[in-house]
Each structure stands twice: as C-alpha cells, then as structure tokens.
C-alpha cells in the first residue's frame, strides 16, 4: 500500500538571524498510510509542532524530503492539492473562524476553489452531520463552546474531501467536555476511513490512536502501537512523559487485587474492568 505521507530523513532548524539557527528536527523517517490514526508525542519543544507543519507543506526540510500522495511537498504548483489531501486542524479556536455563520464558516474553503453551488451545499450539509453541527448551522460562531468551534473547523476541512487530518493540539484549548467531543469526531472519522493524526501531549488521548509516535529532541524515538509503548513506563519518564492516568491507577488495583488487570490504557477499559470486578464480588 503507498502511504499518504512519506518523510525520508528529515530535517529542519528555525533561522534566528544570519549567524544563528536553532536546530528542531533531526533526520526523520516515517511514512503514515490510509486509514491510520496515529499520535505523536513528545513534551514541551520536542519538536512535534514544527513536525506536524510539515506534513503538509506549511514548512518545507532544510534536508530531506516530505512526499505527499507522491508529491514533493516543496513543488509549489502542488501545494494547493497538498494542503487539500492533508488539512489541519489548529490549537485555537477562535483563529480558524473566519465567517459569521457557521455554514458559511465550513464552505468556506469550497469558496476559495470554486466549487460549483449545489456540490457545496451538499458537502457542508454532510459534514456539519459528521460533527453533528447541523442545528448550529445558522448560528454565528462566536456564540459556540471551545469544542463546538473545533467540530466547525473539522467540517470546514471534511468539507474539502481531505483524506488525512492533523490535529495540531486541537484539544489543548478545550474543557474536558470540548476534549471528548472532538476525540469522538476523530474517531468516527477514523471510523468511515480517514486518516488521522492527532499532535498531543494528552496521553489518555495518545492511547486513543492505533499508532504512537514518541519524539524527544527532534527525533524519533519510539514508534508502535500505545499498549507496547505504555509498558516503557520508565523511559517515558525519562523523557518527562507519563502513562495515561487509567493505567497508572490500574496498576495500583493490581497491586492490591492480582485479578485487576494492569494492562489497561483506556478510560472504557478501565470502566469494563471496575465493572467485571463488582460482578465477580455480587457472585
Ligand atoms: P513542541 O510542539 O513539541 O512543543 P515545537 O516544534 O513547537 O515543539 O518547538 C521545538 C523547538 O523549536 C523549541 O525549542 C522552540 O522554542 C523552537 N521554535 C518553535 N517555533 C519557533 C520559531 N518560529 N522560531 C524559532 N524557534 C522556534
């Protein structure tokens, strides 16, 4: 299968001034196929910003190259369907507004490529149902939650029939509520086949994805599915990150109740293991 991203030795530093460059990304290698939800983590400065701007030509590699759908993202004459095939969805809410309305709001990226009428209104009617955002259609955005603004910006670029999603800490701004939503959308998005990736410093969210990408000093440093990079408990210490919470707690049940599982990375596994246990204890 071609991937939908391809990195190939990667890197990239901030220009300061002329004698000056801060060195972010360091000779990464990774490709990201159709239908993958993938999380990429790292703490603060670690480069998964810088990172996640590249995977659809907002920056371009001092070194090394970024492929998408085959296409070098540094040929300009592709940079419009680059930036289609792979849409992102940012931290703040409020920058990604940019009309009154909130239908106006999702077509707005029809506009700008001349998508005929009818074909329009049919694509932000699918959308807005996808976010469930159709009852807000005539609503000004500004009135909307954090999260209600986010699931809008993800019908703006669903809208454009992208085959790929980053999510640039797009849950970072929102209450618990606004971050449930938003995860929801992404998974029913993986769901009905999209592609996701999600840049997070959230781990209980990271343990959502199929795929997690661990980065430390702009480079890759684990890479595989959240059940096997959650058992490095230590090394994600030393890299100042933590398991998800749930596992951290199943751990301390296991140690007073061996039947407990300690194996646990979600909120709902978690909840199904409390619940079998309370069975077993009634029996
Ligand atoms: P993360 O998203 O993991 O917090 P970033 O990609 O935002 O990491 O930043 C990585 C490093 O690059 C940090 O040291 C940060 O200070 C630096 N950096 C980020 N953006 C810029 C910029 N526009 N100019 C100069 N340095 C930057």
Same mark, same amino acid.
């Given at each position: 299968?071609?991937?939908?991203?391809? $990195? *190939?030795?990667?890197?990239?530093? =901030?220009?300061?001034?002329? !004698?000056?460059?801060? +060195?972010?990304?360091?000779?990464?290698?990774?490709?990201?196929?159709?239908?993958? =939800?993938?999380?990429?983590?790292?703490?603060?400065?670690?480069?998964?910003?810088?990172?996640?701007?590249?995977?659809?030509?907002?920056?371009?590699? @001092?070194?090394? *190259?970024?492929?998408?759908?085959?296409?070098?993202?540094? #040929?300009? !004459?592709? !940079?419009?369907?680059?930036?289609?095939?792979?849409?992102?969805?940012?931290?703040?809410?409020?920058?990604?507004? &940019?009309?009154?309305? &909130?239908?106006?709001?999702?077509?707005?990226?029809?506009?700008?490529?001349?998508?005929?009428?009818?074909?329009?209104?049919?694509? %932000?009617?699918?959308?807005?149902? &996808?976010?469930?955002?159709?009852?807000?259609?005539?609503?000004?955005?500004?009135?909307?939650?954090?999260?209600?603004?986010?699931? %809008?910006?993800?019908?703006?670029?669903?809208?454009?029939?992208?085959?790929?999603?980053?999510?640039?800490?797009?849950?970072?701004?929102? @209450?618990?509520?606004?971050?449930?939503?938003?995860?929801?959308?992404?998974? !029913?998005?993986?769901?009905?086949?999209?592609?996701?990736?999600?840049?997070?410093?959230?781990? +209980? #969210?990271?343990?959502?994805?199929?795929?997690?990408? %661990?980065?430390?000093? /702009?480079?890759?440093?684990?890479? /595989?599915?959240?059940?096997?990079?959650?058992?490095?408990?230590?090394?994600?210490?030393?890299?100042?990150?933590?398991?998800?919470?749930?596992?951290?707690?199943?751990? %301390?049940?296991?140690?007073?109740?061996?039947?407990?599982?300690?194996? $646990?990375?979600?909120?709902?596994?978690?909840?199904?293991?409390?619940?079998?246990?309370?069975?077993?204890?009634?029996?």
């Amino acid at each position: 299968m071609e991937p939908i991203i391809r $990195l *190939d030795n990667v890197s990239f530093a =901030y220009k300061i001034n002329e !004698k000056t460059k801060v +060195s972010v990304l360091k000779n990464i290698s990774f490709s990201i196929f159709p239908g993958e =939800y993938v999380a990429i983590i790292g703490h603060n400065g670690s480069g998964k910003s810088t990172l996640s701007k590249h995977l659809n030509g907002i920056l371009t590699p @001092d070194h090394g *190259d970024v492929w998408v759908h085959g296409h070098n993202t540094r #040929e300009m !004459k592709k !940079k419009r369907d680059i930036r289609r095939a792979v849409g992102t969805v940012f931290q703040h809410p409020d920058n990604q507004i &940019v009309a009154t309305i &909130v239908e106006e709001d999702v077509a707005f990226g029809l506009e700008n490529i001349g998508v005929a009428r009818e074909e329009m209104k049919k694509r %932000v009617d699918e959308a807005l149902n &996808v976010v469930k955002m159709s009852e807000f259609r005539h609503r000004p955005p500004h009135h909307l939650s954090g999260g209600q603004k986010q699931r %809008v910006a993800i019908a703006g670029v669903l809208a454009m029939q992208s085959d790929c999603i980053v999510f640039d800490e797009a849950t970072s701004m929102l @209450d618990s509520f606004g971050r449930k939503e938003v995860l929801q959308v992404m998974r !029913k998005m993986n769901d009905i086949g999209m592609t996701i990736i999600t840049v997070t410093h959230h781990m +209980s #969210e990271a343990a959502e994805a199929d795929r997690i990408i %661990v980065i430390e000093g /702009g480079q890759i440093v684990m890479d /595989g599915p959240p059940r096997e990079i959650f058992k490095h408990k230590q090394e994600l210490e030393n890299l100042q990150l933590e398991v998800p919470s749930v596992s951290q707690m199943a751990e %301390v049940i296991h140690s007073q109740l061996t039947n407990f599982s300690r194996d $646990l990375i979600q909120e709902e596994e978690f909840i199904a293991e409390v619940e079998k246990l309370s069975k077993e204890e009634v029996v």
